[in-house]
């Protein structure tokens, strides 16, 4: 396999789902500052104008000038037809000599905050699950029978994760269950193909619209307080200070495949 240099990540399709905002629109921006010209990043979100902003300004960046491709596909992810339509537009750069594919699992809802005992509303449970751990099961089976493995092409998945995957919170029953799944479905999926580069890439407390979520409808007083703590005290982190970790564990590739890899770890 093609030895990648340090300072790049080779000249890559690079899929990013929820890139309209938060942590994987700077995931968008960042990497695209690390491949190659005639990279092709394809963004999903439901937001259609973001999308348009964002991939405007990567267009404008040095990446874009230097030819970098930019993509969107404006998807729900939560239903069959939002996922096929991220796996087409994938598709449609089969055939082309990539050294790199990289897709980043990064959507994801916080759903109803509320103690375990009173989600009695099954159809709002596997709503939830259809969006924040189904759509991220198939969209990457998708992408993988896209791009099979062949000799020069690096793969790497990674998950966007949680510390809410290993240790549980009041009241964020949906949440870390969702997030409990999908580490596990990524550390199966390592184990299947030991020549896939899989990590489960927890970012750390995120300044973000779904921490404000957090600390101000989350059913569980002390829970709620921690977060708002966090936040007055200044101890919630930047996507772009978190995406920069993210991109130096990439760009070592030291990690075990499949394993579970904090922001305070790297």
Not at 12 to 20: D, E, N, Q, R, V
Not at 31 to 36: D, G, P, R, T, Y
Not at 233 to 262: Q, R
Request: hydrophobic letters at 45%; proline letters at 2%; a neutral charge.
């Amino acid at each position: 396999m093609q030895a990648l240099d340090a300072k790049d990540l080779g000249r890559a399709l690079c899929i990013i789902t929820g890139a309209s905002r938060g942590f994987g629109r700077t995931t968008a921006l960042q990497i695209s500052e690390l491949v190659k010209p005639k990279s092709v990043l394809v963004l999903a979100a439901r937001n259609a104008e973001a999308l348009q902003t964002l991939q405007a300004e990567l267009a404008a960046s040095k990446a874009g000038k230097a030819g970098v491709i930019v993509k969107y596909v404006v998807a729900d992810l939560g239903v069959k037809e939002g996922v096929e339509s991220v796996v087409k537009a994938v598709k449609l750069h089969s055939s082309e000599d990539f050294d790199h594919l990289i897709l980043v699992n990064n959507a994801g809802s916080l759903g109803a905050l509320r103690y375990a005992k009173t989600l009695t509303d099954m159809a709002e449970v596997t709503s939830y699950m259809a969006f924040n751990l189904s759509s991220a099961v198939c969209l990457t089976a998708g992408v993988l029978e896209a791009f099979p493995r062949r000799e020069g092409l690096r793969r790497t998945v990674v998950n966007v994760s949680s510390s809410c995957a290993l240790e549980p919170f009041q009241s964020w029953g949906l949440y870390c269950s969702g997030k409990a799944a999908r580490d596990m479905m990524f550390k199966v999926l390592a184990l299947e193909s030991p020549d896939l580069r899989v990590v489960n890439y927890s970012p750390g407390p995120l300044d973000t619209g779904m921490q404000l979520e957090a600390r101000t409808l989350t059913e569980d007083d002390s829970l709620r307080n921690t977060f708002a703590d966090m936040f007055s005290k200044g101890k919630l982190l930047t996507c772009e200070a978190s995406c920069a970790k993210l991109t130096t564990l990439l760009l070592k590739d030291e990690y075990t495949s499949g394993a579970h890899v904090d922001f305070y770890d790297v």
